[in-house]
């Protein structure tokens, strides 16, 4: 089955602790992205990669990093997390980067910093 | 830059009357444009999108939705609501800058769906 997983769901955690969120895709896409999702704020992009080794901003990235060593798999990590990271976060992937294709959207991960 | 307006947060209807969600966009350049459903609890999925082809755009679920340049509008509708449409649905739109595809995706802040028996 075609599908974008994530793991955690759901994770708890303190301020401070590195964290890494994991997000893989088997559907040979190129471009792989990372969302959060805030009430009344919709979705926010926070990094995105338009094929291994490349990848750029979003509109939130500080506090976050990414990586894309392998073109199924592309991890969100918070080096030190706080607080206001608190949020539903969603991983998506899509064919290309072409703005014409949609995006798969993986299951999301609720992330709570204490 | 671009940006996305869903003019209701709420909206709130009778099984089996219609639907309007509406929408309204600012791109500097041509956009994609699509609409998203989220039920509780569970990811975004694609309902319809609009690609520069027709501008009347079927998805699925009975869901349409008309993509109007001169407004700046592409409303989501729905002829007949049904009990299981209740969820939250994004209006999203595509950017492509320059010439250059980004596949970055502005979404709009979202409008919560009730459906009453």
């Known amino acids: ?85 608190t949020s539903l976060y969603f991983c998506a992937s899509s064919l290309s980067a072409s703005y014409a294709y949609e995006q798969y959207f993986g299951p999301g991960t609720r992330l709570t910093v204490t | 830059a671009q940006s996305v307006t869903q003019l209701d947060s709420h909206v709130s209807v009778s099984e089996g009357t219609p639907v309007l969600l509406r929408c309204n966009y600012s791109s500097s350049y041509s956009p994609s ?41 592409f409303h989501l509708t729905k002829p007949s609501a049904h009990m299981s449409d209740a969820a939250e649905y994004f209006c999203v739109v595509s950017r492509n800058a320059g010439g250059t595809s980004y596949g970055k995706l502005t979404f709009g802040q979202g409008t919560i769906l009730t459906v009453h028996p």
């Not at chain 1, 896409?29 to 919709?42: A, C, F, K, T």
């Not at chain 1, 926070?46 to 490349?54: G, T």
């Not at chain 2, 609890?41 to 008309?66: C, D, H, M, P, R």
């Open chain 2, 33 to 73: 444009l699509f609409w998203y459903v989220q039920h509780p609890n569970k990811g975004l999925q694609l309902l319809l999108k609009y690609t520069s082809a027709a501008t009347l755009v079927k998805g699925i679920n009975g869901f349409e939705a008309e993509f109007k340049k001169s407004e700046t509008s």
């Open chain 1, 1 to 85: 089955e075609a599908q974008v997983t994530q793991n955690p769901r759901y994770l708890i955690t303190v301020t401070g602790k590195k964290l890494t969120v994991t997000c893989s895709q088997n559907m040979n896409h190129e471009y792989m992205s990372w969302y959060r999702q805030d009430p009344g704020l919709g979705l926010r992009q926070i990094y995105y990669s338009m094929n291994v080794e490349v990848t750029d901003k979003g509109d939130v990235p500080e506090g976050y990093k990414v990586s894309r060593k392998e073109k199924r798999n592309f991890p969100l990590i918070l080096e030190s997390p706080s607080p206001n990271q």
